[in-house]
Nanobody, 118 residues
Framework: QVQLVESGGGLVQAGGSLRLSCAAS????????MGWFRQAPGKEREFVAS????????DYLDSVKGRFTISRDNVKNTVFLQMNSLKPDDTAVYYC???????????WGQGTQVTVSS
């Protein structure tokens, strides 16, 4: 099992940017699909983005395409989510996740709060 710790959340104005980081443990990091999910108050957790073990393939929630970019550094065992042109609807707790494939995330971080003011 991989342990995940998110950081980089905060308060920004609409149109601003944040870069989230997720530090992972374990030497098998490069075999895991990594993902970002988010959950707003009173709503279900939703998928935001994912990246393959090699970093060659990515997938995004339609509403964040063109604004968010997921990337990973397999030397530092870290995955990132660059969030640009943030909107108030992006406000949520963002969770990092890891799993053997894009449909099975088995390890989760504790989350980092992102708040976008209007």
């Amino acid at each position: 099992q991989v342990q995940l710790v998110e950081s980089g959340g905060g308060l920004v104005q609409a149109g601003g940017s944040l870069r989230l980081s997720c530090a992972a443990s374990g030497r098998t990091f490069n075999t895991y699909v990594m993902g970002w999910f988010r959950q707003a108050p009173g709503k279900e957790r939703e998928f935001v983005a994912s990246i393959s073990g090699s970093g060659s393939s990515t997938d995004y929630l339609d509403s964040v395409k063109g604004r968010f970019t997921i990337s990973r550094d397999n030397v530092k065992n870290t995955v990132f989510l660059q969030m640009n042109s943030l909107k108030p609807d992006d406000t949520a707790v963002y969770y990092c996740a890891a799993g053997p494939n894009s449909r099975s995330f088995v390890s989760w971080g504790q989350g980092t709060q992102v708040t976008v003011s209007s």
